[in-house]
């Protein structure tokens, strides 16, 4: 029997036998680990940052909300401090809500003119050019600063200071999507009538609409707290024209329309409604039955709470 000295050794572990080379590849692992670590920490933190981003880009959105229930501004004020006040915010968003701000404190300013405090509404219309202001700091897009643009010269125009508004209206050269180049005509043809020129401002707002070609589209632009369509800016030049006008050139505006927007509830019932308003009633009553044949359902509900819609309802079925 082999007694303990006679037994054969047993070898010695790999990492022993190679020591350098273990603690080398050791060493690698767990750097790679290490490595693997981070950039799965950093993926999470991205989804989470792309997560929450997302998230203020909606609460921005339903903002208008808020405006719409909110007589005095605060709370819109309140909620630009909680949630939009991180200096890490990305550009888009950080300049909305400089431009939401703006709007918070112009509802200010309203409120305190109606009481006739001055001191507290020049306040506030001080604090409107400010968030206008250090918006215009911001490295904006093209499209976001001609759109803040815009609104700076709406907030000027109600303000009845048409010389300053004017100067600060973005050239129309310099509008690349349809909708904004629409809004600067629209604010150009309102400065105009401001300055007692309702004639020139009538022949803008007519040529730009005569311009328009190849159907309404689906294009939009974030314009005053929301998205605009060509579709409904288009129709509030042509709303603007008929009130203010009220001349037989502009049937021939929204029968342009009309066709334009051939599948557009929204225009059909606009064009309705212009068309009775400028006395062609069978022109009105033609929209009107396109306006039920793309939503007889809505066209229905609204025709019975509409007293203008309900004249063309009933003249329709009588025929």
Same mark, same amino acid.
């Given at each position: 029997?082999?007694?303990?000295?006679?037994?054969?050794?047993?070898?010695?572990?790999? &990492?022993?036998?190679?020591?350098?080379?273990?603690?080398?590849? #050791?060493?690698?692992?767990?750097?790679?680990?290490?490595?693997?670590?981070?950039?799965? #920490?950093?993926?999470?933190?991205?989804?989470?940052?792309?997560?929450?981003?997302?998230?203020?880009?909606?609460?921005?959105?339903?903002?208008?909300?808020?405006?719409?229930?909110?007589?005095?501004?605060?709370? #819109?004020?309140?909620?630009? *401090?909680?949630?939009?006040?991180?200096? /890490?915010?990305?550009?888009?968003?950080?300049?909305?809500?400089?431009?939401?701000?703006?709007?918070?404190?112009?509802?200010?300013?309203?409120?305190? /003119?109606?009481?006739? /405090?001055?001191?507290? &509404?020049?306040?506030?219309?001080?604090?409107? /050019?400010?968030?206008?202001?250090?918006?215009?700091?911001? *490295?904006?897009?093209?499209?976001?600063?001609?759109?803040?643009?815009?609104?700076?010269?709406?907030?000027?125009?109600?303000?009845?200071?048409?010389?300053?508004?004017?100067?600060?209206?973005?050239?129309?050269?310099?509008?690349?999507?349809?909708?904004?180049?629409?809004?600067?005509?629209?604010?150009?043809?309102?400065?105009?009538?401001?300055?007692?020129?309702?004639?020139?401002?009538?022949?803008?707002?007519?040529?730009? #609409?005569?311009?328009?070609?190849?159907?309404?589209?689906?294009?939009?632009?974030?314009?005053?707290?929301?998205?605009?369509?060509?579709?409904?800016?288009?129709?509030?030049?042509?709303?603007?024209?008929?009130?203010?006008?009220?001349?037989?050139?502009?049937?021939?505006?929204?029968?342009?329309?009309?066709?334009?927007?051939?599948?557009?509830?929204?225009?059909?019932?606009?064009?309705?409604?212009?068309?009775? =308003?400028?006395?062609?009633?069978?022109?009105?009553?033609?929209?009107?039955?396109?306006?039920?044949?793309?939503?007889?359902?809505? =066209?229905?509900?609204?025709?019975?709470?509409?007293?203008?819609?309900?004249?063309?309802?009933?003249?329709?079925?009588?025929?």
């Amino acid at each position: 029997q082999a007694t303990p000295k006679s037994m054969p050794l047993a070898p010695k572990p790999w &990492r022993k036998r190679h020591p350098v080379l273990s603690r080398t590849i #050791l060493y690698a692992l767990g750097a790679g680990l290490a490595v693997l670590l981070v950039v799965l #920490l950093n993926d999470r933190l991205g989804e989470d940052r792309e997560v929450e981003l997302e998230a203020l880009q909606k609460q921005l959105d339903g903002l208008s909300l808020v405006l719409a229930t909110d007589p005095t501004g605060d709370r #819109l004020l309140q909620l630009l *401090d909680e949630k939009f006040s991180d200096p /890490d915010l990305p550009v888009l968003l950080k300049g909305r809500a400089l431009r939401w701000r703006a709007m918070a404190w112009r509802r200010k300013a309203e409120n305190a /003119d109606a009481a006739g /405090d001055t001191v507290a &509404r020049d306040g506030a219309l001080a604090q409107v /050019d400010a968030a206008f202001d250090a918006c215009k700091a911001l *490295d904006l897009a093209p499209a976001e600063r001609f759109a803040m643009r815009l609104e700076r010269t709406e907030s000027l125009l109600l303000r009845e200071r048409v010389s300053d508004a004017l100067a600060v209206l973005p050239e129309l050269a310099d509008g690349h999507e349809i909708v904004l180049a629409l809004m600067r005509q629209f604010l150009f043809a309102q400065a105009r009538r401001l300055q007692g020129r309702l004639d020139e401002a009538l022949a803008v707002l007519r040529a730009t #609409l005569r311009g328009i070609e190849g159907g309404l589209g689906v294009s939009q632009s974030y314009v005053g707290g929301r998205e605009w369509t060509t579709a409904q800016i288009a129709v509030e030049m042509a709303n603007f024209l008929t009130s203010q006008g009220r001349s037989a050139a502009d049937v021939e505006l929204w029968i342009h329309l009309r066709t334009l927007g051939a599948d557009d509830y929204e225009v059909q019932k606009s064009a309705a409604r212009g068309l009775a =308003a400028l006395g062609e009633q069978n022109e009105a009553l033609t929209s009107w039955r396109n306006a039920r044949r793309l939503n007889s359902a809505l =066209a229905d509900t609204e025709a019975a709470h509409d007293e203008d819609l309900g004249r063309l309802q009933k003249a329709l079925r009588a025929r």
